[in-house]
C-alpha cells in the first residue's frame, strides 16, 4: 500500500515536472550548480595532491637532501666535505644509498649551438637514488668517477636544444667552460620536479670530474648537498635526526646555535603538502555547498508557490477522500525528485569540468565514485529539508476552503 502511494505521488510529481519544465529547470539550478561544484572542488584537489606526491617522487625515492645552511639556498654556510658524505655513510643506520653532489652553471656548447645549465657533479648511485630511468647509452660507472672520466649523461632538454630532436648524441663531444665532455647517455623524460622546475634540463657528470677538471679543487671539500636515500620502511624521520646529530658534531656547532645546514625530507613535504591540499579542498568544497542551500532555498520557494496555484486541487482531493498524510507525501516526494533530478544534472556536469579543468591544470582526472554519491545523497536531502515545509503546508489546508480559493 505504501508503495502504491510512492508509486502514483511519483507520477504526479514528474507529470507537474513536464507540465511546467521552465519553471523546473529554474528550480534546480541551484542544485545542479551546488552538486557540479562540490564535486569538481573535491576531484580536483584529490588530482592535485596526486600530482604533487607524483612530482616529488620524480626527484627520488625515500629522499633526503643534506644542504649547507638554514634555507633552500645555504648562502654563507660551509659546504661539505666527501668525508662527510663518508661518514653519513659509514656511521647512520637506515641509509640504502648515498650519493655526494655538486651544481654549478655552465654553458654547454655544441658546434654552434649552447645553452646555459646546471652540470651536476655526483656518483653513480645518484641515478637510483634519483629515480632516473636511461632512455639512450648508459650511465657513468663508479670507476669512472674514481678515475675522473671526461663523460657525461644530458637530460632530454640538452639534447633537443644542442643536437636538435630526434638526434642521436651518444659519443658525441660537447663544451662546458674550459671542460671537454663526452656524451654517453641520455636520460628518459622526467618533466617537471616538485618545485616547477625542468628536470631533464642538466648535464651529469662524475663529481671528481667537476672538481678537478671544472671548479680546481680536487680535495673533496665543495659538496653542494649530499642526496640521501633511506631503507624501505625505515623511519625516514629517525635518520634525520641522526643525521643532523651527525653533523653538528663534525661542523663543530654548539649546544646552543643553531644548525649551520638543514635536512630536506621528501617524504615529510608530500605529507605537509597533502595535508594543506586537502584542508584547502574541503574549505572549497564547503563554500560550494552553501550554493546547495540556496538551491534548496529556491526549491522551498517554487514548492510554496505551487502549493498556492494548486490549493483547488488539493481542496477536491482531500473532500473526495484523500488523507492528509497523502498530500504530504505527494508534494514531499515532488521536492525531492525536483533535488535528484538536479543531483543527477550536478554529477554530469562535474564530470565534464573535472575532464576539462584536469587538463587545463595539469592535474590528474580521478573519478571518486563516493563523493558523487555524498553529493547526490545530499541532494535529495535537502529536497526533502526543503520541501517539508511546503508539503505540510498543503497536508494542512482546510477541504472547505481550499475549494473556495479562487
Known amino acids: 500500500m505504501l508503495l502504491y ?33 562540490v564535486i569538481t572542488m573535491v576531484t580536483l584537489g584529490r588530482g592535485a595532491t596526486e600530482a604533487v606526491k607524483g612530482q616529488i617522487s620524480k626527484m627520488g625515492s625515500n629522499l633526503l637532501i643534506l644542504r649547507p645552511g638554514q634555507g633552500w639556498g645555504g648562502w654563507g654556510a660551509p659546504q ?38 646546471d652540470i651536476q657533479g655526483t656518483t653513480a648511485n645518484y641515478f637510483a637514488i634519483a629515480n632516473w ?63 616547477g622546475d625542468d628536470l631533464d634540463d642538466n648535464i651529469i657528470t662524475p663529481y671528481i670530474t667537476v672538481q678537478r677538471r671544472l671548479t680546481g679543487r680536487g680535495n673533496g671539500q665543495n659538496i653542494n648537498q649530499i642526496m640521501i636515500s633511506g631503507k624501505d620502511g625505515y623511519p625516514s624521520a629517525n635518520i634525520v635526526a641522526d643525521v643532523s646529530s651527525l653533523m653538528r658534531e663534525r661542523r663543530n656547532v654548539g649546544a646552543n646555535e643553531d644548525d649551520n645546514f638543514n635536512v630536506f625530507d621528501s617524504l615529510q613535504l608530500a605529507d605537509v603538502i597533502s595535508s594543506s591540499t586537502k584542508v584547502m579542498t574541503s574549505l572549497l568544497g564547503a563554500v560550494a555547498g ?61 564530470y565534464g569540468l573535472c575532464t576539462v579543468l584536469a587538463e587545463v591544470v595539469g592535474a590528474p582526472f580521478l573519478f571518486d565514485p ?6 547526490f545523497v545530499f541532494s535529495a536531502a535537502i529536497g526533502i529539508l526543503f520541501g517539508f515545509m511546503p508539503a505540510r503546508r498543503a497536508a494542512s489546508l482546510d477541504p472547505i476552503e481550499a475549494l473556495r480559493h479562487e
Open 290 to 350: 552553501v550554493s546547495l542551500l540556496v538551491g534548496g532555498i529556491g526549491i522551498m520557494n517554487i514548492m510554496l508557490v505551487s502549493v498556492t496555484e494548486r490549493t483547488r486541487e488539493i481542496g477536491i482531493r482531500l473532500a473526495i477522500g484523500a488523507r492528509a498524510r497523502e498530500v504530504l507525501l505527494q508534494f514531499l516526494v515532488e521536492a525531492v525528485t525536483l533535488s535528484c533530478v538536479g543531483g543527477v544534472a550536478g554529477i554530469v556536469l562535474a
Open 370 to 375: 563516493k563523493i558523487n554519491v555524498v553529493a
Open 5 to 37: 502511494a510512492f508509486l502514483n505521488a511519483l507520477l504526479i510529481a514528474l507529470r507537474e515536472i513536464r507540465r511546467n519544465l521552465m519553471r523546473s529547470f529554474l528550480t534546480v539550478v541551484g542544485i545542479v550548480i551546488g552538486v557540479a561544484a
Open 80 to 117: 661539505f666535505t666527501i668525508a662527510d658524505a663518508h661518514a653519513i655513510r659509514d656511521q647512520v643506520p637506515g641509509i640504502a644509498s648515498l650519493a655526494p653532489f655538486i651544481q654549478t652553471n655552465v654553458k654547454a656548447i655544441y658546434q654552434e649551438n649552447d645553452r646555459s645549465t
Open 133 to 195: 630511468n636511461i632512455g639512450l647509452g648508459r650511465f657513468f660507472t663508479e670507476e669512472e668517477v674514481e678515475e675522473a672520466a671526461p663523460v657525461c649523461v644530458i637530460g632530454e632538454t640538452i639534447r633537443k636544444e644542442l643536437f636538435g630532436e630526434g638526434v642521436d648524441p651518444i659519443g658525441s663531444k660537447i663544451r662546458a667552460k674550459s671542460m671537454s665532455l663526452e656524451v654517453i647517455g641520455v636520460t628518459a623524460v622526467k618533466g617537471q620536479g616538485g618545485f
